[in-house]
């Protein structure tokens, strides 16, 4: 039996306090391919009364986990990095997309963007991500002959 990315997601999303306290809201998933959104609220700002960075790479890390996971085995991320373009308000809505670059055996590389309700690129997000052998699901045994 196949599983669905969305089965995969759903799994990942149940035990993802973070995601979950972020607001995350998945639009799209496919093995090496997510849309997610979420909003930008109040406790998240940092002294600037402006969001706190780590927003902005949670939510990239959260879309670029997802497409990597989607794919059926269990990936952790191995390097990321974020170049952030305009400072993300309280009330911001965000979007971010994320694509597959490579996947290899062990290691997946994705990019994401993040842009806000008025189509501003925001953010860049670059992630590496360590696949092993673990399934999320394992594959049912069929019955013999």
Known sequence: MTHSAQQIIDLMMSNDRFSQWLGIRVVDVMPGFCQLQMQVTAEMANGFSIAHGGIAFSLADSCCSFAVNAHGRKAVSAETSINQFKALQVGDALTCVC??????????TYTAEISNHEGQRVALFKGTYYRSEKRWIEPEETAGD
């Open 99 to 108: 694509k597959e670059e490579s996947l290899g055996k062990k290691l997946a």
